[in-house]
């Protein structure tokens, strides 16, 4: 197989805002508030290099665990983002999709995430998809709920469930599966993050934290994911030959 081009659709694990801080003798805010920083210019740069959909790992639904405290710091982030920034992405043609369990929000979180999808649900630029209160164990049994009670309402039988029925069921139905996954932090795992989606993404970790992520990282990801060759379970074209 010949090695990919740009990959149409790359997410990221956005890892090492708080160890950034800590390095700097700095409270953890401080790491995600330059955190933010890096988003911005990732969103930037994604339609420059040829990336039609961006998902970014912005709150996994483990991270109520973390303090109250950091926690409010977070959705306090979050409201800024978008009220700050939602008119830049709307005026550079992105769409905003929000994927994760959006039952038991607190309305004002669900309401400014729901505006923004709706606003923007009409641009054909760059597809930000923000993974909120989402956890890929999560996504899989709730779609999975879903095909259940429709077997049981009768709209479809259970054999008739197959893989694409199923993708079908889940938060990114209408989204192309990531080519790329990137990791910032050195951390070489993917923390219950797409775990459907990502069975044959490419995946590249790199050391430095989340807010030290700039243009040239990003390009580094992507020449490396440039020189991978992606075989899905297949053969490569010289090992079918031999």
Request: hydrophobic share 45%.
């Amino acid at each position: 197989m010949a090695s990919p081009g740009a990959p149409a659709h790359v997410a990221i694990i956005m890892d090492g805002n708080g160890r950034w801080a800590k390095a700097r003798g700095l409270p953890r805010l401080a790491g995600h508030r330059a955190g933010v920083e890096a988003l911005r210019q990732a969103v930037r740069a994604a339609p420059q290099f040829g990336v039609s959909y961006l998902t970014v790992y912005a709150f996994s639904s483990e991270n109520w665990s973390r303090p109250k405290s950091e926690v409010s710091d977070l959705m306090g982030l979050l409201k800024l983002f978008i009220r700050r920034d939602l008119a830049e992405l709307h005026q550079n043609g992105v769409k905003v999709r929000i994927i994760g369990d959006r039952v038991g929000l607190q309305p004002d979180i669900r309401g400014l995430l729901e505006d923004a999808e709706a606003l923007t649900a009409g641009n054909t630029g760059l597809t930000l998809v923000i993974a909120f209160n989402y956890g890929g164990r999560d996504e899989i049994v709730r779609a999975a709920s879903r095909l259940a009670n429709a077997v049981a309402r009768g709209e479809i039988a259970a054999e008739a469930i197959t893989m694409e029925t199923f993708s079908s069921a889940l938060d990114t139905s209408d989204i192309p599966d990531p080519d790329l996954v990137i990791r910032t932090s050195g951390e070489l795992r993917l923390s219950n993050f797409l775990l459907w989606q990502a069975a044959y993404s490419e995946l590249v970790f790199l050391p430095c934290y989340w807010p030290d992520f700039s243009r040239d990282h990003f390009a580094e990801a992507l020449r490396d994911f440039s020189g991978r060759q992606r075989r899905f379970g297949g053969l490569a074209a010289q090992d079918v030959a031999s």
